[in-house]
């Protein structure tokens, strides 16, 4: 079974940094457009931020400037890098690649 795992959240004050990470079987990272989502409680699933096989990066109006999403080809991991959180980033992030694959999700709470 495809699987796709999540590291790094966190509890954080607002204004702090946290890095999530995202591992992916070879085959999954070479050939899939990898994204970062989010669900806050009570609220849709949205999307983040999504990077390209070749780099290309995309994000979320509300994160922009703020979130750094990478990948690491030789690690076939990806990486969000997200500052200056505040309460409102308050989550579950999921990794996904493909639009049908998912992690199991890491909690990111923003929070003083």
């Known amino acids: 079974q495809v699987q796709l795992v999540e590291s790094g959240g966190g509890l954080v004050q607002p204004g702090g940094s946290l890095r999530l990470s995202c591992a992916a079987p070879e085959i999954i990272f070479n050939l899939y457009v990898m994204t970062w989502y989010r669900q806050a409680p009570g609220k849709q699933r949205e999307l983040v931020a999504t990077?390209?096989?070749?780099?290309?990066?995309n994000y979320a109006d509300s994160v922009k400037g703020r979130f750094t999403i990478s990948r690491d080809n030789a690690k076939k991991m990806v990486y969000l890098q997200m500052n200056s959180l505040k309460p409102e980033d308050t989550a579950v992030y999921y990794c996904n690649a493909g639009a049908s694959l998912w992690g199991q999700g890491t909690q990111v709470t923003v929070s003083s």
């Open positions: 990077i390209t096989r070749t780099g290309s990066t």
